[in-house]
């Protein structure tokens, strides 16, 4: 059975349409109730794809049935999607709700990461300030160049694992800009993988650093 067929044997006996697959999608729409399940072991109810870890519930708006399916099937299906007040996106717009939703969820998830890895740190090195580092990325959802230095410093002292990428640095301010130029080499290496494009740029522009 193709990916489509597939589909269409889930949908259509949920469905008031019980024939025509194309005729039986437009009953149901995205209202933005999605769901992160932390690990990605879920089945899509559409497709049947196996592995889904974020979950987007779709309801039928004759007969209130729901689905709970990936995101990817929302937008290949064009499956449309509501605003906020209920009302039908086009297919534009849809996808563009469907897409920032799935990149809210992840960013959430790395947030969540994020704390644990400080929490973790907290629990082995009493010295650490965590609730001074955890409102610091909370307001401004990235670290100074020298707080993650010490933060990598420490997590790589307890052999605590983390994803450098998981981490941001913000250089907005002079400050922070200035942290960065007076920072070793062997420092900023260690914070490469945590810069973005633009700042490893102005770190190549800015300081004697070399990738
Ligand atoms: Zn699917």
Not at 24 to 53: K, N, Q, S
Request: aromatic residues 10%; contains cysteine; hydrophobic residues 35%.
């Amino acid at each position: 059975m193709s990916w489509a067929e597939r589909s269409a044997t889930n949908l259509l006996p949920l469905s008031v349409e019980q024939r025509q697959f194309p005729v039986a999608l437009r009953e149901w729409v995205y209202a933005g109730d999605m769901f992160d399940m932390e690990t990605p072991t879920e089945t899509c109810r559409l497709c049947g794809h196996p592995d889904i870890r974020y979950h987007f519930r779709i309801v039928n708006q004759h007969n209130g049935n729901e689905m709970l399916v990936g995101s990817e099937c929302i937008n290949r299906f064009g499956i449309s999607a509501t605003d906020p007040l209920g009302n039908i996106l086009n297919a534009e717009e849809s996808r563009q709700r469907v897409n920032r939703d799935r990149r809210f969820l992840v960013t959430e998830a790395k947030k969540r990461k994020l704390i644990n890895t400080l929490v973790e740190l907290a629990g082995v090195e009493e010295q650490f300030n965590i609730q001074s580092f955890i409102s610091y990325v909370m307001e401004r959802d990235a670290f100074t160049p020298d707080q993650l230095t010490v933060l990598f410093w420490r997590l790589d002292q307890h052999r605590i694992e983390y994803a450098p990428t998981d981490f941001k640095v913000t250089i907005r301010r002079d400050r922070e800009k200035t942290q960065l130029r007076r920072m070793a080499e062997w420092k900023i290496r260690k914070l490469w993988p945590a810069l973005s494009a633009s700042q490893r740029r102005w770190v190549q522009e800015n300081t004697d650093y070399t990738p």
